[in-house]
Protein backbone atom coordinates (compact mmCIF):
# COMPACT_ATOMS: atom_id res chain seq x y z
CA UNK A 1 0.00 0.00 0.00
CA UNK A 2 1.45 3.18 -0.84
CA UNK A 3 0.15 6.87 0.47
CA UNK A 4 1.21 9.99 -1.25
CA UNK A 5 3.05 12.70 0.48
CA UNK A 6 2.44 14.90 -1.95
CA UNK A 7 0.22 17.34 -0.22
CA UNK A 8 2.17 17.10 3.27
CA UNK A 9 5.22 18.67 1.39
CA UNK A 10 3.44 21.27 -0.64
CA UNK A 11 2.93 22.34 3.05
CA UNK A 12 5.81 21.97 4.43
CA UNK A 13 7.31 23.79 0.87
CA UNK A 14 4.80 26.50 1.71
CA UNK A 15 5.65 27.60 4.73
CA UNK A 16 9.53 27.28 4.09
CA UNK A 17 10.77 27.77 0.64
CA UNK A 18 14.22 27.06 2.11
CA UNK A 19 13.30 23.92 2.83
CA UNK A 20 12.06 22.85 -0.88
CA UNK A 21 15.42 24.44 -1.90
CA UNK A 22 17.34 22.07 0.80
CA UNK A 23 15.35 18.95 0.00
CA UNK A 24 15.83 19.53 -4.12
CA UNK A 25 19.08 19.58 -3.37
CA UNK A 26 19.32 16.48 -2.77
CA UNK A 27 16.91 14.23 -4.56
CA UNK A 28 16.07 11.65 -4.77
CA UNK A 29 15.99 10.05 -1.26
CA UNK A 30 14.86 6.64 -0.61
CA UNK A 31 14.93 4.89 2.54
CA UNK A 32 13.54 2.37 5.41
CA UNK A 33 11.76 3.27 8.37
CA UNK A 34 11.57 0.60 10.93
CA UNK A 35 10.08 1.71 14.75
CA UNK A 36 10.43 -1.38 16.83
CA UNK A 37 6.63 -2.99 16.58
CA UNK A 38 5.93 -2.30 13.46
CA UNK A 39 6.85 -3.75 9.82
CA UNK A 40 9.38 -1.76 7.71
CA UNK A 41 7.74 1.14 5.89
CA UNK A 42 9.85 3.12 3.33
CA UNK A 43 9.88 6.45 1.85
CA UNK A 44 10.45 7.81 -1.71
CA UNK A 45 11.14 11.35 -2.34
CA UNK A 46 11.86 12.93 -5.45
CA UNK A 47 10.75 16.34 -6.94
CA UNK A 48 7.61 15.05 -8.93
CA UNK A 49 6.49 12.69 -5.78
CA UNK A 50 6.89 11.96 -2.49
CA UNK A 51 5.09 8.60 -1.21
CA UNK A 52 5.36 6.31 2.37
CA UNK A 53 4.82 2.39 1.19
CA UNK A 54 3.95 -0.25 3.98
CA UNK A 55 6.81 -2.43 2.13
CA UNK A 56 10.71 -2.09 2.80
CA UNK A 57 12.63 -1.00 -0.26
CA UNK A 58 15.34 -3.72 -1.02
CA UNK A 59 18.07 -1.30 -2.19
CA UNK A 60 17.60 1.83 0.07
CA UNK A 61 20.22 4.85 0.70
CA UNK A 62 20.09 4.48 4.28
CA UNK A 63 17.94 3.21 6.59
CA UNK A 64 16.51 4.32 10.36
CA UNK A 65 15.05 1.62 13.24
CA UNK A 66 14.04 3.52 15.99
CA UNK A 67 12.10 2.01 19.26
CA UNK A 68 10.73 4.20 22.04
CA UNK A 69 14.24 4.94 23.86
CA UNK A 70 15.70 6.46 20.64
CA UNK A 71 12.87 8.07 19.69
CA UNK A 72 12.25 9.37 23.31
CA UNK A 73 16.36 10.65 23.17
CA UNK A 74 15.68 12.25 19.40
CA UNK A 75 12.71 14.10 20.81
CA UNK A 76 14.46 15.15 23.84
CA UNK A 77 17.53 16.27 22.26
CA UNK A 78 16.36 17.23 18.69
CA UNK A 79 19.20 14.61 17.45
CA UNK A 80 18.78 10.87 16.52
CA UNK A 81 21.72 9.21 17.52
CA UNK A 82 23.86 7.52 14.70
CA UNK A 83 23.39 3.89 15.65
CA UNK A 84 19.80 4.51 14.23
CA UNK A 85 21.24 4.66 10.76
CA UNK A 86 22.43 2.43 8.51
CA UNK A 87 23.50 3.42 5.11
CA UNK A 88 24.63 6.86 3.56
CA UNK A 89 24.60 8.37 7.22
CA UNK A 90 25.42 11.69 5.12
CA UNK A 91 22.69 11.99 3.27
CA UNK A 92 20.53 10.94 6.12
CA UNK A 93 22.30 13.99 8.26
CA UNK A 94 21.80 16.11 5.50
CA UNK A 95 17.58 15.26 4.88
CA UNK A 96 17.01 15.42 8.65
CA UNK A 97 19.14 18.64 9.40
CA UNK A 98 17.15 20.26 6.78
CA UNK A 99 13.96 19.56 8.09
CA UNK A 100 14.72 20.54 11.31
CA UNK A 101 15.76 23.77 10.31
CA UNK A 102 12.85 24.68 8.80
CA UNK A 103 10.98 25.59 11.71
CA UNK A 104 7.94 23.77 10.05
CA UNK A 105 5.58 22.91 12.76
CA UNK A 106 5.61 19.18 11.85
CA UNK A 107 2.77 18.10 14.61
CA UNK A 108 0.00 19.89 12.90
CA UNK A 109 1.40 18.61 9.35
CA UNK A 110 1.31 15.27 11.00
CA UNK A 111 -2.49 16.04 12.15
CA UNK A 112 -3.83 17.20 8.84
CA UNK A 113 -2.30 14.31 6.88
CA UNK A 114 -1.66 11.49 8.61
CA UNK A 115 -4.54 11.89 11.58
CA UNK A 116 -4.93 12.23 14.84
CA UNK A 117 -3.26 9.20 16.60
CA UNK A 118 0.10 9.78 15.28
CA UNK A 119 -0.22 13.69 15.93
CA UNK A 120 -1.34 12.90 19.71
CA UNK A 121 1.73 10.36 20.01
CA UNK A 122 3.87 13.13 18.84
CA UNK A 123 2.49 15.58 21.11
CA UNK A 124 2.73 13.08 23.88
CA UNK A 125 6.39 12.56 22.97
CA UNK A 126 7.25 16.07 22.57
CA UNK A 127 5.60 16.93 25.82
CA UNK A 128 6.95 14.19 27.87
CA UNK A 129 10.59 15.36 26.88
CA UNK A 130 10.20 19.10 27.56
CA UNK A 131 8.16 18.07 31.07
CA UNK A 132 11.32 15.88 32.27
CA UNK A 133 13.68 18.76 30.65
CA UNK A 134 12.05 21.40 32.62
CA UNK A 135 12.16 19.75 35.36
CA UNK A 136 15.82 19.37 35.36
CA UNK A 137 16.44 22.43 34.45
CA UNK A 138 13.08 24.31 36.35
CA UNK A 139 14.67 23.38 39.68
CA UNK A 140 17.81 25.34 39.43
CA UNK A 141 15.84 28.28 37.95
CA UNK A 142 13.50 27.90 40.63
CA UNK A 143 15.32 27.88 43.47
CA UNK A 144 17.78 30.60 42.30
CA UNK A 145 14.69 32.67 41.61
CA UNK A 146 13.54 32.41 45.18
CA UNK A 147 16.95 32.66 46.77
CA UNK A 148 16.75 36.31 44.85
CA UNK A 149 13.26 37.22 45.98
CA UNK A 150 14.33 36.72 49.63
CA UNK A 151 17.33 38.62 49.16
CA UNK A 152 15.26 41.31 47.70
CA UNK A 153 12.53 40.91 50.63
CA UNK A 154 15.53 41.22 52.96
CA UNK A 155 16.91 44.29 51.57
CA UNK A 156 12.97 46.03 51.78
CA UNK A 157 12.92 45.44 55.33
CA UNK A 158 16.30 47.05 56.11
CA UNK A 159 14.83 49.73 54.19
CA UNK A 160 12.12 49.88 55.80
CA UNK A 161 13.86 49.88 59.20
CA UNK A 162 16.17 52.88 58.16
CA UNK A 163 13.42 54.69 57.28
CA UNK A 164 11.15 54.66 60.03
CA UNK A 165 14.23 55.07 62.66
Known amino acids: MKLSLNRLFEEAYEASSELQKKLESIYPIEFNV ?11 LTKI ?12 QFSLS ?7 YALRHQNIPAHAFEGDSELALMFFLA ?22 ITRSFATNAIKSHLSQDGYSRAHQLQAALRAMAIRVDRLEQVITS
Open 34 to 44: HFSSLSVMSIR
Open 99 to 120: IKESNVDLEVLIYKHLGTIPAL
Open 66 to 72: LDSATTL
Open 49 to 60: EQTLASEALTHP
